[in-house]
């Protein structure tokens, strides 16, 4: 059965700090989203994540893949306030491209 | 704007009711998604279906039930609904190279 484990689940933080939130999953996977989400507002998407040492930057946030460790990370760099919101990771479970979460990591970013 | 549009936006309703959401998946897009989210909970994937047909299932409820048209538009059916139904339902669609899945505002039910 795959699982996907996200850490930290809660993360508060001050402005222009760096942090990583980190995506662990269980069996072969050879597809990875992040997601943002605001409070009761929709899902967002950030990142598709495709291959072994796939690297996408977007503003202050970075993804990276690992397929052999079945590791993600999430890199906050200078964070700022704006980037305060629940973010989740996915995996891919199967050819029906069903999505096993995670169970999101809550971040607040204080001034 | 995902391109998935959800309806209604807000729904408010008693225990024992039936009610029905409804999702238009974007332009091309053949996968739909229905998601629930609690207060403060991740989410639980509901069910998927692809051009018409259940693909996948996940912790649906046997109260709950979905379809998807042949306009590929979906509806959710939720029937004698319980107050811990209340929580913020999403639909999602797929498509083109990388299936990433896109969503829709949700609606969000409250059974009183």
């Known amino acids: 059965e795959l699982k996907v484990e996200q850490n930290p689940l809660f993360l508060s933080m001050q402005e222009g700090k760096n942090y990583t939130i980190y995506c662990n999953y269980s069996?072969?996977?050879?597809?990875l989203y992040w997601y943002r989400q605001d409070p009761g507002k929709s899902l967002e998407s950030l990142f598709v994540l495709l291959s072994n040492g796939a690297v996408k930057q977007e503003g202050r946030l970075m993804a990276s893949l690992d397929t052999k460790a079945r590791l993600s990370t999430l890199h906050i760099t200078a964070a700022v306030h704006d980037l305060s919101a629940t973010y989740f990771c996915?995996?891919?479970?199967?050819?029906?491209?069903?999505?096993?979460w995670g169970a999101g990591t809550k971040l607040i970013i204080k001034p | 704007d995902s391109g998935v549009t959800q309806t209604p936006k807000h729904l408010i309703t008693a225990t024992g009711q039936r009610v029905t959401l409804r999702c238009s998946p974007r332009?091309?897009?053949?996968?739909v998604y229905w998601y629930q989210q609690s207060l403060d909970q991740g989410l639980q994937f509901l069910i998927q279906y692809y051009n018409g047909e259940e693909r996948a299932k996940g912790n649906i409820l046997e109260r709950f039930s979905a379809q998807q048209f042949p306009d590929l538009h979906s509806e959710l059916n939720l029937s004698s609904l319980e107050l811990g139904d209340s929580a913020l339902y999403f639909c999602?669609?797929?498509?083109?190279?990388?299936?990433?899945?896109?969503f829709g505002p949700g609606t969000r039910l409250t059974v009183l």
């Open positions: 999602a669609s797929s498509g083109g190279s990388y299936n990433e899945q896109f």
């Open positions: 069996t072969t996977s050879d597809r």
């Open positions: 996915a995996v891919v479970l199967d050819s029906n491209y069903q999505l096993i």
């Open positions: 332009s091309g897009d053949l996968s």
